[in-house]
């Protein structure tokens, strides 16, 4: 701060210093000479814009930041997201009173002068001067665009914004070099509606479309006298002047402008003063901004949305580019999200699964032969407050969901069979699927072999005792039947699973690719996404087509023009006859096995149920030939067994994939579906194989397809079928063994400390 003489004025000294920096400011404007790119005045300091002889196309047309407009599949709004809320509007769509309101208190000879108003630079001076202080500014409107122009670019990079802000000599008539090429380009009129739609009016509002909305609940073009003079008199320092938190000094500042306007000659004094009687009178609209406000419980997929535009390159080469251009925002995104079905969605999660409950739930619908994500939601809602969460359950880490998944358990074995079945295996295959086995000594890869040399063997069960062999595949697939898979899975080796599963777009919940082991490609032990089952599944109703999920239908940019957006790729997984097997295999489990209350009564349906160890997560994961969902129930971060737990205000005493997932599938799929077509599966006829009277013991062996070879079922040479090798480190759900390639780090979800100590092999993976 200057230092004064005793009398409070300026010395002689300093005041002749600030004559000669305005009057050697003066000389360079009026000159309009290139300055030098170095020397005293700074001009190669940081923070200067390069080419200083050349003005920048974006300060003729500023690429401002806008809202971001997210709609559903039929136009209806979702969400608004910004990083600055701003709606730029047309001079023409701004009241005249604003237009005449912020030219009078900022800048009153706008209309008069160039660029520069040399006459309000020395008027400055002089009272600058006079007080010893900083009184009077000088910068007309058209260096404040300017200044505004660069602050727009910074964004909210602090260093970029002090840079663009900087009081030193250098910057200021860098400013003042612009301007008057500004107002060459693009005259007096373009360059307030510019300004008016660039300046920043505080409670987040930027450009007077913005600030009229957000204080009046109105047009800017509506905009009183009163008003306008309110707003116009916030730019100066919308802190200060904020009339929502301090109206007596907004009340003020409103009117000097009023009396401004009077001496100037826009209002006459009796208007002035009529006006300056009217107390304010706010219409307060508070700032929506941002995913948590999307309706019907569309949070998470809105979230979704914003993920994919920041990694598609469809919308950018770089992160940074993407970036750039989202933060822009003045995007209309068209999405996939059907209303009819994500309104279902959040009536079924609703209704069985509560926010407080110590579990949650998250469904995902997704079409058939499209790709397109029909419907996303979860119990627990988008928000930071109790019980909601900012992570997305239905989706992979990298796009905003947990770290790896949730293992899926049994709803794996459809991937396994439909392997099968494309290598050759008959639908009718029959294993002899004893209660309990060990894992098989070794298993075929893609690599190196799988062997158990776990100390005791690796072992595993069926969910109940009454499920011995045995089976046929139909049988095993409608009773969950754990040893027929494991037996499968030695038969035809675990290759063709990896394959079938990469064909499917099938990657745990971190992104990576699934493990060789028999409990991951059996049972289901390691963590995927309901996105990526529901679109994994769409598959077998698509008839054996793949297609990657989609959110994105369309986009266009503030100017109108439409964006490139990431099609859905579609691919043959699996022939048709396969697809139709495994359809036909899945109409059994919600006919007659364990996925019977999720059964649709008016349609086609098929599905299968998941319960895993411990019982720390439940999966329905079933299709229509017209929609395809899956539907998880656990803790997120695996903490809690869903024993003699209450869910939705029902007391479970054990929860099964069929019981909780299954009637929120079912719910969800009814109201998606109501009105809509209901098209047949292709199907395909399974025998059951004939056994002998009295023959149950020994019927059939791996690979024999029922014939009987004369040795018990699951038997190894010189031992009891199934023998138990010391123990059963598995065991009953509860088991806590761990099993190769299965154990996660601990915590599924960031700041979690949930652990997968538990979460092995065991082969507890029941319906």
Request: charged share 20%; net charge positive; hydrophobic share 30%.
């Amino acid at each position: 701060m200057p230092k004064k003489r005793s009398g409070g004025g300026l010395t002689t000294t300093q005041q002749a210093a600030k004559f000669l920096g305005v009057a050697a400011l003066s000389g360079v404007v009026l000159a309009g000479i290139a300055l030098p790119a170095a020397g005293a005045l700074g001009l190669a300091t940081k923070g200067t814009v390069e080419g200083f002889d050349e003005i920048p196309a974006n300060l003729q047309t500023p690429p401002l930041s806008q809202r971001t407009t997210i709609l559903d599949s039929k136009g209806g709004m979702i969400a608004s997201v910004y990083s600055r809320d701003r709606t730029v509007v047309k001079l023409k769509d701004i009241s005249p009173y604003m237009q005449k309101a912020i030219v009078a208190i900022e800048d009153a000879r706008f209309y008069k002068h160039g660029a520069v108003d040399l006459k309000g630079i020395l008027r400055a001076l002089n009272r600058n001067v006079q007080t010893g202080g900083t009184a009077q500014g000088a910068s007309t409107l058209t260096q404040q665009y300017v200044k505004n122009v660069f602050v727009e670019e910074a964004g909210d990079d602090p260093d970029k914004v002090a840079q663009a802000t900087q009081q030193t000599l250098g910057r200021k008539i860098q400013e003042l070099k612009y301007a008057i090429q500004v107002e060459e380009k693009l005259g007096k009129k373009r360059i307030l509606t510019n300004y008016l739609n660039i300046t920043f009016f505080g409670q987040q509002a930027y450009g007077v479309e913005a600030a009229s909305q957000r204080y009046f609940s109105k047009s800017a073009k509506d905009l009183t006298l009163e008003e306008s003079a309110l707003l116009a008199g916030i730019v100066q320092s919308p802190s200060r002047y904020d009339p929502v938190n301090d109206p007596a000094e907004a009340t003020k500042r409103r009117n000097t402008v009023l009396q401004r306007m009077a001496d100037v000659g826009d209002i006459t004094q009796a208007e002035a003063d009529k006006a300056k009687a009217n107390p304010i009178k706010l219409k307060v609209k508070k700032p929506k901004n941002g995913c948590i406000t999307a309706v019907s419980g569309a949070g998470f997929f809105c979230d979704y949305v914003r993920n994919v535009f920041l990694t598609d390159p469809a919308f950018g080469k770089t992160k940074e580019d993407r970036a750039k251009v989202w933060n822009r925002g003045g995007l209309t995104v068209r999405t996939t999200l059907d209303p009819q079905s994500q309104q279902s969605v959040q009536n079924s999660v609703k209704s069985h699964v509560y926010k407080s409950d110590k579990v949650a739930t998250a469904v995902t619908l997704v079409q058939p032969g499209t790709g397109k994500i029909m419907g996303m939601g979860q119990s627990k809602p988008y928000g930071f407050g109790s019980n909601e969460t900012q992570y997305n359950y239905s989706v992979d880490k990298s796009m905003g969901g947990s770290n790896y998944g949730f293992p899926t358990g049994s709803t794996f074995k459809p991937f396994l069979a439909a392997a099968a079945i494309e290598g050759g295996k008959p639908a009718t295959q029959v294993y002899p699927s004893p209660y309990e086995m060990d894992y098989p000594d070794t298993v075929r890869s893609c690599g190196k072999p799988w062997v158990n040399d776990g100390v005791p063997k690796y072992h595993l069960e069926n969910e109940s005792e009454s499920e011995k062999g045995p089976y046929a595949l139909k049988q095993a697939m409608e009773k969950s039947v754990n040893t027929y898979f494991v037996q499968m899975l030695q038969d035809i080796g675990m290759c063709p699973v990896s394959q079938m599963t990469d064909k499917l777009g099938v990657v745990q919940g971190d992104g990576t690719k699934l493990p060789q082991n028999p409990s991951t490609l059996t049972l289901g032990s390691n963590g995927l996404s309901p996105l990526t089952m529901a679109s994994a599944y769409a598959a077998f109703a698509n008839r054996g087509t793949y297609c990657t999920p989609i959110a994105i239908e369309s986009v266009k940019a503030a100017d109108g023009t439409s964006l490139p957006v990431p099609k859905t790729s579609c691919s043959q997984a699996m022939s048709q006859t396969t697809a139709d097997t495994i359809n036909t295999l899945l109409r059994g489990v919600v006919d007659s096995g364990t996925g019977q209350e999720a059964g649709l009564d008016s349609r086609d349906n098929a599905g299968k149920t998941g319960t895993t160890d411990a019982r720390k997560n439940a999966w329905f994961v079933g299709y229509t030939p017209n929609m395809s969902g899956a539907v998880w129930v656990g803790s997120p971060s695996q903490s809690v067994e869903m024993e003699r737990i209450t869910i939705g205000g029902v007391y479970q005493d054990k929860v099964y994939g069929g019981q909780v997932p299954g009637p929120i599938w079912r719910d969800a799929m009814t109201g998606a579906l109501n009105g809509v077509t209901a098209p047949a599966f292709n199907t395909v006829d399974i025998p059951d194989p004939q056994r002998d009277e009295g023959d149950d013991e020994d019927w059939g062996n791996p690979g024999t397809n029922g014939s009987k070879p004369g040795g018990k079922p699951g038997g190894k040479p010189g031992g009891k079928p199934g023998g138990k090798p010391g123990g059963k480190p598995g065991g009953k759900p509860g088991g806590n063994t761990p099993f190769p390639g299965m154990s996660l780090p601990s915590g599924l979800l960031g700041g979690n400390n949930g652990d997968h100590s538990g979460r092995t092999n065991s082969g507890t993976q029941g319906p």
